[in-house]
């Protein structure tokens, strides 16, 4: 009898700092986290809960909770493809390692048998021989490559998300008969029995896909994380994309132009060339249904990167814009979230009685993005910085009890004053 296996995760995680995501079916849908460092050690503790209808995270996590937003490490590409027997999947297979040996697709460093069909993982390096960072620039390399390799393996469309999970390796799927996950290594590259391995710049070579260059700033060198309104955008961008993966990859007649148009704001926000937004753009638009003409997309791009940086756009604005329903919005983290109570004037001395009943009512004074829904559930907008301030003032007027993340800045500010 087969049982759960460490060792291909191991393989596929090797930043010793982030966190891998678990999850079984049994009795619902659950997750929990453990740091790769510790793995191998307590993997045996908890594997006779991996026995059937188990999934792990394939990229790494700052903290034990998975989400788009919070990927540390990019460990690899990958696809899904699903096959109805076993005839289709030997067809399939046989498709893609021709592609691979053609020199379509890069040769992929495992194939994984899921019992109903089979995945296919690249293996991604960076320095030191490291899987390359989740920073933002490479996530945006990281979801043109995903989209690249779906299309060419005719894989899954909903498949190409950096939070995905996929069957631990010894593992049964119950609906598949029972079937074991087995995960086989394709050695390939040296004499010492490795892998193949890639770089994100070797993928982009090898499937055609140039990393987006973003335009300089005027201190000459980019922060390499999101701050500020880029960061807005960033998040936005990942929402947009995780709605695009519940339409199957592509928009429909309807709401096809205003996608065009939000795809080039958000790439232009976050700092993109405009002769690669003007590429990714066109890319998009020939995978809508049916494909958006390019005749009036230059005429969008330039109208996408004419923008105003000040000019604002509502998370109301753009669900409407792309015609969102209620359940894609229940899907979408950022969007559900979005307070559905319209805002109303609110005047600072008024919010701080508001921050100052909720903390009343919870007992305990929560984290600035746990008071900023708070408030937008009794139609009150407020960013982070604006609570922020208003937990200052509280403190100081009635020794209001700062959150953990603002005692520690708070004692940082004393130390530099003294």
Not at 44 to 73: C, H, M, T, V
Not at 221 to 235: E, S, Y
Not at 326 to 354: G, K, L, V
Request: glycine share 6%; charged share 25%.
């Amino acid at each position: 009898m087969r049982s759960p296996d460490a060792r291909p995760i191991l393989e596929i995680h090797r930043g010793r700092d982030g966190y891998v995501i678990f999850a079984r079916t049994e009795e619902g849908w659950k997750e929990w986290g453990e740091r790769v460092e510790n793995l191998q050690s307590i993997f045996p503790q908890f594997a006779a809960q991996l026995l059937e209808d188990s999934y792990f995270s394939i990229n790494s996590f700052w903290s034990p909770r998975r989400g788009n937003k919070g990927a540390r490490w990019l460990n690899a590409a990958y696809v899904d493809v699903d096959c109805k027997n076993g005839d289709e999947l030997g067809v399939r297979l046989g498709m893609c390692f021709t592609a691979a040996h053609e020199g379509e697709i890069p040769k992929p460093s495992y194939v994984v048998f899921s019992g109903r069909g089979f995945w296919l993982l690249w293996l991604l390096v960076g320095a030191d021989s490291m899987p390359p960072m989740a920073v933002w620039h490479n996530r945006v390399f990281y979801d043109e490559i995903e989209r690249e390799l779906v299309a060419r393996c005719q894989a899954d469309p909903k498949a190409k998300d950096i939070a995905r999970v996929m069957r631990v390796p010894g593992s049964r799927n119950s609906k598949a008969g029972g079937a074991y996950v087995r995960f086989e290594r394709l050695v390939g590259q040296d004499e010492q029995g490795h892998v193949y391995a890639y770089t994100l710049e070797q993928m982009g070579e090898l499937l055609g896909v140039a990393r987006p260059q973003m335009r300089p700033v005027k201190s000459g060198k980019r922060n390499p994380n999101f701050r500020g309104h880029v960061a807005l955008w960033q998040q936005r961008y990942i929402a947009f994309n995780q709605l695009r993966q519940i339409r199957g990859g592509a928009f429909k007649e309807g709401c096809r132009n205003n996608a065009c148009y939000l795809h080039a704001v958000m790439l232009w926000r976050m700092g993109m060339e405009k002769a690669d937004i003007e590429r990714d753009v066109f890319a998009f638009a020939r995978q809508c249904r049916p494909p958006v003409s390019e005749l009036d997309l230059r005429s969008t791009v330039q109208s996408a990167c004419a923008i105003h940086t000040r000019t604002r756009f509502r998370e109301e604005t753009i669900m409407q814009w792309l015609a969102v329903t209620p359940e894609e919005r229940a899907q979408i983290p950022r969007w559900n979230e979005a307070s559905t109570i319209p805002a109303r004037p609110c005047s600072a001395s008024e919010r701080d009685e508001i921050i100052a009943s909720v903390t009343c009512e919870l007992g305990f004074t929560p984290s600035l993005r746990t008071m900023q829904r708070q408030l937008a559930q009794r139609g009150v907008k407020a960013c982070p910085e604006t609570i922020r301030r208003a937990y200052l003032r509280l403190n100081a007027e009635f020794a209001l009890r700062l959150p953990a993340e603002l005692e520690d800045q708070q004692l940082r500010v004393d130390t530099h004053r003294k």
